[in-house]
């Protein structure tokens, strides 16, 4: 019912600076959060670490692995989010997956993205 279309991502070097986009097509659907969650290389494919999510109403929330380090914002439509990340380390290569749901919750999410891969290397 809602698409996620994320855009970003690719090879950065260690210290660079990361940004992602996600767009969604709502279809009416209601959405009110809306973030970014990473899968490490390697891992599981339903083990997905939280990185930033954002409310309807501008309410932030960090993963604890990139706070200082992350900014995240929403379109004045609210049906685009925006992720900014500075300092890339290599812990901070994998799949990012843009998520979306109908309420505020940090729990298991309504929607996702097919995510976009981001490599972290010299």
């Known amino acids: 019912q809602v698409r996620l279309t994320e855009s970003g991502g690719g090879l950065v070097r260690p210290g660079g600076f990361l940004k992602l986009s996600c767009t969604a097509s709502?279809?009416?659907?209601?959405?009110?959060?809306m973030g970014w969650y990473r899968r490490a290389p390697g891992a599981a494919e339903n083990k997905r670490e939280l990185?930033?999510?954002?409310?309807?109403?501008?309410?932030?929330h960090y993963g604890d692995s990139v706070k200082g380090r992350c900014t995240i914002s929403r379109d004045n439509a609210k049906t685009t989010v925006y992720l900014q990340m500075s300092g890339l380390r290599p812990e901070d290569a994998g799949v990012y997956y843009c998520?979306?749901?109908?309420?505020?919750?940090?729990?298991?999410?309504?929607?996702w993205g097919e995510g976009t891969l981001v490599t972290v290397s010299s």
């Open positions: 990185v930033a999510t954002i409310t309807i109403n501008e309410l932030t």
């Open positions: 998520a979306a749901d109908r309420t505020p919750t940090l729990g298991p999410q309504d929607w």
């Open positions: 709502t279809n009416g659907a209601n959405v009110n959060s």
